[in-house]
C-alpha cells in the first residue's frame, strides 16, 4: 500500500514562489510515476506534471516555464516547484502515484493541499 503525504501549501501573492513536497510511503517509490494534479472550485481535477521513475516529466501548457517537477529517491519524495505564481493557480493541488504495469497499473492519491494566489 502506497501513501502519499502531501505539504508545502499556503497563500502567496501573485508572482511569488512555492514549493510543495509529497513523501511516499509503501517501499516501491524507485518504480512509480508520480505527479502533481489540481482542482479549482468548479473545475476538474487537470493534470499539473508528472515525472517517470526515469526522470521523463511532463507539463501541462499552462505551468510550462514556471513550475518544476523533481524527485528525490532518497528522501521517496517529489516537489513541486512554483515560480511566477498567478491567481489562476489557486487549487487544491494534489500528489498523485502510478505503479507501472507490472505492478498491476495501481493508482494512488494523497489527501491535497491547497494553494492560494491573491492578485
Known amino acids: 500500500q502506497v501513501q502519499l503525504v502531501e505539504s508545502g501549501g499556503g497563500l502567496v501573492q501573485a508572482g511569488g514562489s512555492l514549493r510543495l513536497s509529497c513523501a511516499a510511503s509503501g517501499g516501491i517509490f524507485s518504480i512509480t510515476t508520480m505527479g502533481w494534479y489540481r482542482q479549482a472550485p468548479g473545475k476538474q481535477r487537470e493534470l499539473v506534471a508528472t515525472i517517470t521513475s526515469g526522470g521523463g516529466t511532463n507539463y501541462a501548457d499552462s505551468v510550462k516555464g514556471r513550475f518544476t517537477i523533481s524527485r528525490d529517491s532518497a528522501k521517496n519524495t517529489v516537489y513541486l516547484q512554483m515560480n511566477s505564481l498567478k491567481p489562476e493557480d489557486t487549487a487544491v493541488y494534489y500528489c498523485?502515484?502510478?505503479?507501472?504495469?507490472?505492478?498491476?497499473?495501481?493508482?494512488?492519491w494523497g489527501q491535497g493541499t491547497q494553494v492560494t494566489v491573491s492578485s
Open positions: 498523485n502515484a502510478v505503479t507501472p504495469p507490472y505492478w498491476g497499473r495501481r493508482e494512488y
